[in-house]
């Protein structure tokens, strides 16, 4: 299992977390913030929840770009 989080609200709309992993990640049309799709929202944390490991290595990316550091990659 590979869960994905992301803290929108600090989202600052650089749009590095797209370009790395454009699979899970879109940029809100309404308010220019990052979006982590099929996400489970609680209390501001954008959760994604996949069996599919294949997302690891470009949601990573992703982290490793964000220059506020508000998305977490881990592997259970």
Do not use: W
Request: proline content about 4%; some cysteine.
């Amino acid at each position: 299992m590979v869960i994905v989080t992301l803290q929108r609200a600090k989202c600052i709309g650089c749009n590095y977390c797209v370009e790395m992993a454009p699979v899970q990640f879109q940029m809100s049309k309404k308010d220019g913030k990052s979006v982590l799709i099929k996400s489970v929202n609680a209390k501001g944390f954008f959760t994604l929840k996949s069996p599919d490991h294949t997302i690891t290595e470009s949601c990573e990316l992703a982290a490793k770009a964000c220059p506020v550091k508000i998305i977490s990659v881990k592997e259970t």
